[in-house]
């Protein structure tokens, strides 16, 4: 496969996709095209020899008709934790029937789509409702989509369990709304090896990302702490006062770190489900949290895998 087109590689996900996909080759005899609405967000793909960084809004249907004509393969990551109905909606239902009616209609061989696990139609949150909505549309307009449906993801620079890690570097104690909450975390890097292997064994259908073990978000919240070198004392907040603080951090400037949305969306356990298949089904071994996020946490600053790319491409 020589010609990859990748919407929403300029985020957590993406970095680890672009870099998979350049490991594979070592940068030779392939072309990666990333799409961004600001060039500058995408400044840290620049490392990666054979990525091509085009400016796009994803509203523009020529555009994207353009985008995709030609390609052996496309795989769309954009998506948002955070914002209106609307946004859920246009984000993550309305661009996935569009970029499968816009796939179909170029003959693009391959489409794969990061969903979520958990996606359902009668999901408590808009985030995970809307999910099922692309999901819905994508099986309509390309029905040989893979589908990868993440629980949540770690790694380097993830915004999970390293933000776990600052707050606890900043606070005596740490208030945990959802404390029992349930995720089957699984690394990014997995994630991406299987983004790879549904594009190089044409596996169509749903695929459910997990690690091997089930955590309570407290579990991860302690350990994020004790990897970190400062942990804290972890204090579950009742559901109400956890309500009351989402809808106060919903009204500061900026993006918030917690949402009522996300409350809602940690009612469902984002543990693999048993009715579909998992990363083992494309044959993508799995890593344990304890295997990855100790030294992570322990050892920020150090040289990434992007480093030695540049290094490599003489950049």
């Not at 702490?225 to 942990?231: D, L």
């Not at 559901?239 to 951090?249: E, K």
């Amino acid at each position: 496969m020589d010609d990859i087109l990748v919407l929403g590689a300029t985020g957590f996900v993406g970095l680890a996709v672009c870099e998979k996909l350049v490991e594979r080759t070592g940068g030779a005899d392939e072309r990666i095209t990333v799409t961004t609405r600001h060039t500058q967000h995408a400044m840290h793909l620049m490392p990666l020899p054979p990525v091509e960084i085009i400016q796009w809004h994803p509203d523009d249907d020529a555009e994207l008709a353009r985008l995709v004509h030609g390609r052996d393969a496309v795989v769309n990551l954009v998506g948002i934790l955070h914002g209106k109905e609307a946004d859920f909606q246009r984000v993550h239902a309305e661009l996935p029937e569009r970029l499968g009616r816009a796939c179909a209609a170029a003959g693009v061989p391959r489409l794969v789509h990061v969903s979520a696990i958990g996606a359902d139609a009668q999901a408590p949150s808009m985030y995970l409702r809307s999910k099922a909505a692309g999901e819905d549309a994508l099986r309509r307009t390309f029905p040989a989509a893979t589908i990868l449906r993440p629980s949540v993801m770690f790694g380097e620079g993830d915004r999970f369990m390293n933000r776990f890690a600052e707050l606890q570097g900043l606070a005596p104690l740490l208030p945990l709304p959802c404390a029992d909450a349930r995720f089957q975390p699984v690394w990014v890097d997995d994630v991406a090896a299987g983004v790879l292997a549904a594009l190089e064994r044409r596996h169509s259908g749903i695929v459910e990302c997990v690690g091997p073990k089930v955590y309570t978000l407290r579990e991860l919240v302690r350990l994020a702490g004790e990897w970190s070198g400062h942990p804290r004392p972890v204090v579950g907040m009742p559901d109400g006062l956890a309500r009351v603080q989402a809808a106060l951090m919903e009204v500061l400037p900026g993006e918030p770190p917690l949402s009522s949305d996300n409350l809602r969306s940690m009612q469902v356990p984002s543990v693999a489900s048993g009715q579909h298949p998992t990363l083992a089904a494309l044959g993508v071994p799995t890593h344990a949290l304890e295997t990855v996020m100790p030294s992570v946490l322990a050892g920020r600053g150090r040289p990434t895998r992007r480093d030695a790319l540049r290094t490599q491409a003489h950049r």
